[in-house]
């Protein structure tokens, strides 16, 4: 299967192979089947799997979610595609109230692997609800795996080892990133929750997931013209975190900046931020700093650009990391 494939051609080829090594894995959504989904992400699946694989479902997530789980308990394995980010949260009280707690409050004899997939962040000038960064809720909400690619590659790969996991999935596809394309290898080459250096460096190091890798990637070629060696990992998980790989990146390099679309404000950065400085503190040579939106709703698309992190503001930090 490798070559190069766009990100939504990828999810496309993951759900394919997921639904052809399980009769057990469906498909449910709002117009996934004959329309094969608002950005074409399950185009083509109803009419090779039919209507039972592959459902068209009514406008309800929570309807949807908690249909998910029905099915869970009786042995299948639903992918659910929340049509936009905003949407997700009709379902919330199904998602963080039951799917997220059913494992425990069974004492581990009931699983539920559902894989639930939701476009999610800015950048493509949609109307309001169709932008929202959330994945700081659901990260919060213990009982969930919480994940989102920057790339084909993982887009691919991370979406099959999402659907084969037992335990819930939050899947989280950066919608601006759908387009571009990518190196896809014909097997995984790394964990669900594993951290990827994408670009080695030794001066500083960038943290980033989904649609602020590129941004980061750019950011640090920038920095390059002025001799600094920066230094880009793609946290690819959200929870867990592998925390050991941002260490050993930040005792290396000896500064951090953490960059995500979500508001900074108890965003993931802040998470991230705490626990890097309680467990590098004697290795930095200045503050953990976070790049991300403004505590304000998403504004108009006319003028998302000036909300959305930029080359210029992730580079703003980098001068703030140099200064101390």
Request: proline content about 6%; charged content about 25%; hydrophobic content about 40%.
């Given at each position: 299967?490798?070559?190069?494939?766009?990100?939504?051609?990828?999810?496309?080829?993951?759900?394919?192979?997921?639904?052809?090594?399980?009769?057990?894995?469906?498909?449910?959504?709002?117009?996934?089947?004959?329309?094969?989904?608002?950005?074409?992400?399950?185009?083509?699946?109803?009419?090779?799997?039919?209507?039972?694989?592959?459902?068209?479902?009514?406008?309800?997530?929570?309807?949807?979610?908690?249909?998910?789980?029905?099915?869970?308990?009786?042995?299948?394995?639903?992918?659910?595609?929340?049509?936009?980010?905003g949407f997700v949260y009709p379902a919330f009280d199904?998602?963080?109230?039951q799917l997220a707690k059913m494992h425990a409050r069974?004492?581990?004899?009931?699983?539920?692997?559902?894989?639930?997939?939701?476009?999610?962040?800015?950048?493509?000038?949609?109307?309001?609800?169709?932008?929202?960064?959330?994945?700081?809720?659901?990260?919060?909400?213990?009982?969930?795996?919480?994940?989102?690619?920057?790339?084909?590659?993982?887009?691919?790969?991370?979406?099959?080892?999402?659907?084969?996991?037992?335990?819930?999935?939050?899947?989280?596809?950066?919608?601006?990133?759908?387009?571009?394309?990518?190196?896809?290898?014909?097997?995984?080459?790394?964990?669900?929750?594993?951290?990827?250096?994408?670009?080695?460096?030794?001066?500083?190091?960038?943290?980033?997931?989904?649609?602020?890798?590129?941004?980061?990637?750019?950011?640090?070629?920038?920095?390059?013209?002025?001799?600094?060696?920066?230094?880009?990992?793609?946290?690819?998980?959200?929870?867990?975190?592998?925390?050991?790989?941002?260490?050993?990146?930040?005792?290396?390099?000896?500064?951090?900046?953490?960059?995500?679309?979500?508001?900074?404000?108890?965003?993931?950065?802040?998470?991230?931020?705490?626990?890097?400085?309680?467990?590098?503190?004697?290795?930095?040579?200045?503050?953990?700093?976070?790049?991300?939106?403004?505590?304000?709703?998403?504004?108009?698309?006319?003028?998302?650009?000036?909300?959305?992190?930029?080359?210029?503001?992730?580079?703003?930090?980098?001068?703030?990391?140099?200064?101390?």
């Open positions: 299967m490798a070559g190069q494939l766009s990100i939504a051609k990828a999810l496309n080829d993951a759900l394919r192979k997921s639904l052809e090594s399980d009769p057990k894995t469906v498909l449910m959504g709002e117009d996934i089947g004959k329309l094969g989904g608002v950005f074409r992400i399950t185009d083509g699946l109803q009419k090779d799997f039919g209507e039972d694989r592959v459902i068209d479902t009514p406008l309800a997530e929570s309807g949807i979610v908690g249909t998910a789980i029905g099915l869970a308990l009786r042995g299948y394995r639903p992918v659910v595609e929340i049509q936009f980010d199904q998602i963080v109230s069974a004492l581990g004899h009931i699983k539920l692997p559902v894989t639930v997939r939701i476009p999610y962040a800015g950048g493509i000038g949609a109307v309001e609800h169709h932008s929202e960064s959330h994945e700081a809720y659901f990260a919060h909400t213990a009982g969930l795996r919480v994940v989102s690619p920057s790339n084909a590659h993982d887009a691919h790969w991370m979406l099959r080892q999402s659907i084969e996991s037992d335990d819930p999935v939050i899947f989280l596809e950066p919608k601006r990133r759908y387009w571009d394309k990518g190196e896809v290898g014909d097997s995984a080459d790394l964990g669900l929750h594993d951290a990827r250096i994408v670009r080695p460096g030794a001066d500083a190091t960038l943290i980033a997931y989904g649609p602020m890798v590129k941004v980061c990637l750019e950011a640090a070629a920038a920095a390059e013209e002025d001799g600094r060696r920066l230094e880009v990992v793609d946290l690819r998980s959200l929870s867990p975190v592998d925390f050991a790989a941002l260490e050993e990146s930040v005792r290396r390099t000896g500064r951090g900046i953490v960059v995500h679309e979500a508001p900074v404000f108890l965003g993931m950065g802040a998470e991230l931020a705490a626990r890097l400085t309680e467990r590098c503190f004697y290795h930095l040579e200045a503050p953990i700093l976070r790049v991300g939106g403004y505590h304000a709703p998403y504004p108009p698309s006319r003028v998302e650009e000036s909300f959305l992190p930029d080359l210029d503001r992730v580079l703003d930090a980098v001068d703030r990391a140099f200064a101390y």
